[in-house]
């Protein structure tokens, strides 16, 4: 008896996954809410430099103003340099300071900001760039970028280690790690009193968080027959686009960024204590050989989805032969996804198809400029249109599998950026159109490489090998905001950059194996016992055929 077989016999797909997938539901909330917070937390407003002697009158100031204050090529004012002496202007006497100093000619004619800046506090009322003593902002902005560089290593970092440890210690247990140590560091870095501070706590934050990325889909879908595994993915990751859109709300009606992130944080609490009744993957249990525990929640789930059990099909004895099947004798080790060729060939492809995908989604959601929408209406628009993009990703791996809706998705994110570079700076409303279907279709390809990849690797190396794909594409989360500084060099190198990255991904994806319709691999042998394709009708096989 396999376990797909037990899961028959209490129900896969009824109140008990029902109620799985609701508690499983905050993480899935706030991972956007920290993921895309630095779109308010780091946002930089208007600022010039702080010059003591500023007349209150709004008539005088803007005369005041010029004399001081450079203007940049474009004609704005300039954000990080003053006169090293004012200007003189026609019927003022504003010059007469610098004629009496005798400025020599060899002196520039202007200086970086020396005590401080005046921000413009009209859409936020703090952010980390504007706060005190901190300035990030000209010969220290990168800095600032710095800091959303450093969240998403810490993810990095984190997706390894919990992807290791779920697999050892189990899923539910690293969950409730997840949740604490967010909640702690979340309220320390609300708490920062420098920016070292601040970047160290916001960093150990993105690890604590890569739990929620890594253990929340498998723990689910481990639950799930086959049947009913899209449905339940898709509807998972609408909680996401939930968050998306939450993250809009919550920045428009708080505009300081302490209170902001402390906002983002405290929902960890009552996550916490719904911990108490989200089950423990029974498939990994067994694999772990502990074999009453797992009894205990296949005769639990069975109560809820109201199944009559036989004490005969579904005694402590029944799951100990199941047990014996899956026991795994070897702890778990990422050397593990590289030791077999079937399970090397598709970790190898795993991890270009998460790079893809996580460089070119960040790409597209941190850059909410350009669009003639302000920032809260860009981040209301780009949640809203994961909707229905949802809603594709559903019909089309049900139909056209998980292999070419990927692929399939991934193209169409690359179609956009490369479209958008055609398309002149004059007509902005394509320009929009352009880049909030590039972001639908990065989401698609987002809720597709979940589902895709939990069901690729075997239950005891299914959080290893979330581990490993998330590390490396946090990766190319991380990398995605540092590529936007290529704009210095040729303003459309980023955009190039997402799109050409996208398309390499779209291909790469085209070399993994179809699971539409397949059960969940259990053991390595599974994903061995699939030979390597010798021609494409062998390679749409599953890798195990569903019994009828």
Known sequence: MSFEELLEQVGGFGPFQLRNVALLALPRVLLPLHFLLPIFLAAVPAHRCALPGAPANFSHQDAWLEAYIPREPDGTLSSCLHFAYPQALPNTTLGEERQSRGELEDEPATVPCSQGWEYDHSEFSSTTATESQWDLVCEQKGLNRAASTFFFAGVLVGAMAFGYLSDRFGRRRLLLVAYVSTLVLGLASAASVSYVMFAITRTLTGSALAGFTIIVMPLELEWLDVEHRTVAGVLSSTFWTGGVMLLALVGYLIRDWRWLLLAVTLPCAPGILSLWWVPESAR???????????????????RLNGRPVCEDSLSQEAVSKVAAEERVVRRPSYLDLFRTPRLRHISLCCVVVWFG???????????????GL????????????????KLLVYLSVRHAGRRLTQAGTLLGTALALGTRLLVSSDMKSWSTVLAVMGKGFSEAAFTTVYLFTSELYPTVLRQ?????????GRLGGSLAPLAALLDGVWLS????????????AAGTALLLPETR???????????????????LQEEEMPMKQVQN
């Open 517 to 535: 319709q397949a059960q969940l691999p259990e053991t390595i042998q599974d994903v061995e016992r699939k030979s390597a394709p010798t021609s």
């Open 464 to 472: 290893t090998g979330m581990g490993l794909t998330a590390l490396v």
């Open 357 to 371: 995908v996580n460089f070119s989604y960040y790409g597209l959601s941190l850059d909410v400029s350009g669009l």
């Open 493 to 504: 190198l980023p955009k190039l950059a997402y799109g050409g990255i996208a398309l390499l």
């Open 284 to 302: 990994w249990l067994l694999t772990q050989g502990r074999v009453k525990e797992a009894h205990r929640y296949l005769l639990h789930c069975a």
């Open 374 to 389: 302000n920032v809260y209406q860009t981040q209301l628009l780009f949640g809203a249109v994961e909707l229905p993009f």
